[in-house]
């Protein structure tokens, strides 16, 4: 999800981005081999991929519609944020297809490592979430002012004695640990382990009617499988940043439009990838579409080929033709 989250990274140099990515913080999910007799014009070119589904979705449709037009195609799972911006000032990374770092990147764009190709089309925000049961029984947990009057609920045996406050997996963009010591919360922050561990703390709360207050984010596939999520969203004050790094911690996150980001290299280029990349776009429905067919079995590649076959204008707009 996001914004850099923990996506505190402070800048680092190319050698060290470079340095980072051989050693292994990076790891190759999918190399193409040119699929085309195109592909000496289209070039060879990386995607990086982030660790949550909806970020697979998107960038597994690109790749697709790239390899299909003669792209050789490289994704290599990393870190958000300034990892990622790292790899793309080494030279090893040309896209980041959905960002959420809230304007972190634009250190990168000032040293013409990385250049803002516009939105996605995908609206994110992050929050703080209870299941839909407890925002039914106690309604005026929603209002953050009311949290603490519930705390001893949320106590766990990782929280001892304070109530226990899901974060999201390391990496992704959080402002949590800062929200609680600002409003002087008596919880405290456990990261999840990955996006299935927190999709979990949710569903297993609202299924067995125990409490829970975790972080998640749309798009969103969880908003689907359970009823009312949406709408158990605990609400702090209005949000005063965009740069997490910024953050007060004092309100809540922002809604933002989520960025495309690339090299110089890929759009300076003539390469069909450098339009693909400029002309996409799509809606957190179609996101979702592709997320929910991943998640059901489906192979990342299967479940974009389903949603290409299935949205031929779309992909022609991607594509100029």
């Known amino acids: 999800m996001k914004f850099g989250l923990k996506r505190r990274i402070a800048a680092a140099s190319i050698i060290t981005a470079g340095a980072l990515v051989l050693a292994g913080c990076s790891s190759s999910v999918n190399d193409s081999a040119d699929s085309a007799s195109g592909a000496s014009e289209c070039g060879s070119w990386a995607i990086a991929m982030h660790a949550w589904n909806g970020y697979t979705a998107s960038g597994q449709v690109v790749a697709e519609v790239a390899k299909a037009n003669g792209c050789t195609i490289t994704q290599t799972t990393l870190e958000e944020a300034g990892v990622t911006y790292d790899a793309m000032e080494a030279g090893s990374i040309d896209l980041i297809i959905e960002d959420w770092g809230g304007g972190r990147w634009k250190e990168w764009a000032d040293r013409g490592a990385v250049v803002e190709v516009g939105d996605n089309g995908n609206i994110g925000l992050i929050g703080m979430y209870v299941p839909p049961w407890m925002a039914a029984?106690?309604?005026?947990?929603?209002?953050?002012?009311?949290?603490?009057?519930?705390?001893?609920?949320?106590?766990?045996?990782?929280?001892?004695?304070?109530?226990?406050?899901?974060?999201?997996?390391?990496?992704?963009?959080?402002?949590?640990?800062?929200?609680?010591?600002?409003?002087?919360?008596?919880?405290?922050?456990?990261?999840?382990?990955?996006?299935?561990?927190?999709?979990?703390?949710?569903?297993?709360?609202?299924?067995?009617?125990?409490?829970?207050?975790?972080?998640?984010?749309?798009?969103?596939?969880?908003?689907?499988?359970?009823?009312?999520?949406?709408?158990?969203?605990?609400?702090?004050?209005?949000?005063?940043?965009?740069?997490?790094?910024?953050?007060?911690?004092?309100?809540?996150?922002?809604?933002?439009?989520?960025?495309?980001?690339?090299?110089?290299?890929?759009?300076?280029?003539?390469?069909?990838?450098?339009?693909?990349?400029?002309?996409?776009?799509?809606?957190?429905?179609?996101?979702?579409?592709?997320?929910?067919?991943?998640?059901?079995?489906?192979?990342?590649?299967?479940?974009?080929?389903?949603?290409?076959?299935?949205?031929?204008?779309?992909?022609?707009?991607?594509?100029?033709?």
Request: proline share 5%; glycine share 6%.
């Open 137 to 321: 029984k106690y309604p005026d947990i929603l209002d953050s002012a009311n949290l603490n009057k519930y705390a001893d609920m949320f106590k766990t045996s990782d929280s001892g004695d304070k109530g226990a406050w899901y974060e999201g997996p390391p990496g992704y963009t959080t402002i949590g640990e800062k929200m609680i010591s600002a409003n002087k919360l008596n919880f405290k922050a456990i990261s999840t382990g990955s996006e299935a561990a927190l999709v979990d703390v949710l569903t297993k709360a609202e299924a067995n009617k125990t409490p829970a207050l975790a972080y998640f984010y749309t798009p969103g596939t969880l908003f689907i499988k359970i009823a009312g999520l949406e709408q158990s969203r605990v609400k702090f004050p209005a949000n005063d940043w965009s740069d997490a790094a910024q953050a007060s911690g004092l309100t809540d996150y922002p809604e933002t439009a989520l960025k495309k980001l690339a090299s110089k290299k890929l759009m300076d280029s003539d390469s069909v990838f450098a339009t693909i990349v400029k002309n996409f776009s799509w809606t957190n429905s179609d996101q979702n579409s592709v997320s929910a067919d991943i998640e059901s079995g489906m192979k990342p590649e299967e479940a974009a080929q389903k949603w290409i076959d299935a949205n031929p204008d779309k992909v022609k707009a991607w594509i100029g033709s």
